[in-house]
């Protein structure tokens, strides 16, 4: 008996690359250097039977010679490896007791479950007593996304026996309880990333069980894993020193002690997600600069304790002084409650992604040294940083080609000057958010309207924009997507009609609040946004909504 799939179900996705040229974001799975080691290490032996199946008489029939029955099992297995199809590799397993052996393993390597039905009818095949192969060890990964609302204990016990599982997705499997996850997690000592994400139910002592064991971990995502705290991210540091993609968002009760551990154990971290852990400070922040040299994705948001002392500073003369007359004797019981400059003599050519959204202590000296030591980032988000003024800009203008998505929602101090610089200087630019910008007027609109690769903008209450600011934008009209203008009062119904008329591949306009949008003739057409997308034009009230797509 086989068990047999007809379609292919794609992991969670994960924001990350490197190709400067790509304007789109191309779905990956959720942990990408995991996935091709996974790949790699697909069996280059047959299987083998069960020891009843091996005492049956192999029937040999006696047609003509074929070259490719005398090819070893090697070589084909490579072979089957490149065919895509489930449904063709199930004919594979009937052509003889050769191909059989050789593909059975790569048709149970990824099995997927569109409904629960397909998922209990391999539970009970896994169970039986009775089984022409060993087919729990031939299974490396598993991805319940589809079935997060239907899996429960009974049947995610069952799968401890796949000893050599090597990619587990639960995302929001809510149903499982402490108990089935503390119990089947340590079975899996091959596992190299696992994704927790809205599991609530995971505790310290599941993921002290499964460090334990998986050693070779690269990728956990223990997003929403409110019980989770120290202990088991302690856990982690102390036997995963492979570890590459952590994402820790969520986790309120963490603190500086295991991020710190992280960054001294992991060396080869590439992405940490630190969202909303509201009691981390600059230390642990400080370490992970310190250590993590191949760092890519760094995100931060939320996180309200740090100040410009959790990043590295610009190598000012004043901070060279200050390192030469730091204080020799270490052990002196005077302090005085500041850390010192974060001086790093290296840059981070790896640095792609970093969100510091909501962390309202950071100054403009913070992303000075940010962009002085992290010269190649894409996606800068620094909304509600409030603090922030045009000298920030004028650093991140320093990004040039490189940067691709810049999010300065709620700084509200930067004014016409640094947008102007901002333009010129990064001219690849695909999106800009200036929401609640209020200083800004229609001369930055003007200057954002020359981007060669405009897709997206946001201009939500940048109250000083007019008529003129919104004829600007239609030059854009070979890449404009998506436009945000709600609660930008001055903007009318004609000005709003010439940019439709012109951008024809825009697929989302939002006008909420635009007073010229309360007229009675437009109200008639009143009705709730679409919750996906299709082709609507839609108003609400005060709200209107344009999904072109």
């Known amino acids: 008996m086989v068990y047999y799939n007809r379609k292919n179900i794609s992991s969670t996705t994960s924001l990350s690359g490197d190709d400067d040229d790509d304007d789109r974001v191309k779905p990956t799975t959720a942990f990408d250097d995991a996935d091709h080691q996974s790949d790699i290490t697909v069996t280059i032996s047959p299987a083998q039977w069960t020891s009843k199946r091996t005492s049956l008489p192999i029937v040999r029939q ?34 003889s007791r050769t191909w059989c052996e050789c593909s059975v393993e790569l048709l149970w390597h990824k099995p997927t479950f569109t409904k629960i039905d397909t998922l209990m009818k391999m539970v009970r095949l896994l169970a039986a007593p009775e089984q022409t192969f060993t087919y729990a060890s031939f299974i490396r990964r598993l991805n319940f996304l589809s079935l997060a609302k239907d899996l429960k204990d009974e049947s995610f016990r069952v799968l401890a026996m796949c000893d050599r599982l090597e990619r587990l997705t639960l995302v929001g499997c809510n149903l499982l309880s402490e108990e089935a996850i503390t119990r089947v997690l340590p079975s899996f000592p091959n596992l190299v990333a696992v994704d927790l994400t ?15 064991v998986a050693r070779r971990l690269q990728g956990i995502n223990l997003a929403g894993c409110k019980r989770v705290s120290d202990k088991g991210v302690l856990a982690l540091a102390a036997n995963c020193p492979l570890l590459r993609r952590v994402k820790l968002s969520g986790l309120e009760l963490l603190t500086d002690r295991p991020l710190s551990a992280l960054a001294k154990s992991c060396p080869l971290l590439l992405e940490i997600d630190l969202n909303h852990c509201k009691l981390i400070t600059d230390a642990s922040i400080r370490d992970i600069w310190t250590y993590s040299t191949n760092m890519r994705e760094m995100r931060l948001s939320y996180c309200p304790e740090l100040t410009d002392a959790a990043f590295p500073a610009p190598l000012r003369k004043e901070h060279t002084a200050q390192l030469d007359t730091r204080n020799p004797f270490p052990n002196s019981h005077v302090d005085t409650g500041e850390r010192p400059p974060l001086v790093i003599h290296r840059t981070f050519e790896h640095l792609r992604m970093l969100d510091l959204t909501a962390c309202p202590l950071v100054t403009d000296d913070a992303i000075e040294g940010i962009i002085s030591h992290a010269p190649k980032i894409r996606n800068l988000v620094l909304s509600k940083c409030v603090l922030l003024t045009d000298k920030a800009v004028d650093h991140i203008c320093k990004l040039g080609r490189h940067l691709h998505y810049l999010h300065l929602g709620h700084a509200a101090k930067i004014t016409d000057r640094s947008v102007r610089n901002l333009a010129r200087s990064c001219s690849r630019l695909r999106y800009v958010d200036f929401a609640n910008c209020v200083l800004l007027t229609d001369l930055s609109v003007f200057e954002l309207s020359s981007l060669p690769k405009l897709r997206r903008v946001g201009l939500v209450r940048v109250n000083q924009i007019t008529d003129e600011g919104i004829y600007a934008l239609a030059d854009r009209h070979a890449t404009l997507e998506r436009i945000h203008l709600s609660y930008c009062d001055q903007i009318t119904v004609m000005a709003i009609h010439f940019l439709l008329q012109k951008l024809h591949k825009l697929t989302h306009l939002s006008l909420t609040g635009v007073t010229a949008f309360r007229q009675p003739e437009l109200q008639q057409f009143c009705r709730e946004p679409p919750q996906v997308s299709d082709s609507s034009c839609t108003l609400s009230g005060a709200f209107f909504y344009c999904n072109l797509s």
């Open 198 to 212: 809205g599991v609530e139910k995971t505790s310290d002592v599941a993921i002290v069980g499964l460090a334990s």
């Open 62 to 95: 006696s047609s003509g010679h074929s070259y490719i029955s005398t090819l070893p099992p090697e070589i084909l297995i490579h072979i089957l490896k490149h065919l895509h199809s489930t449904r063709d590799l199930h004919n594979t397993l009937r052509v």
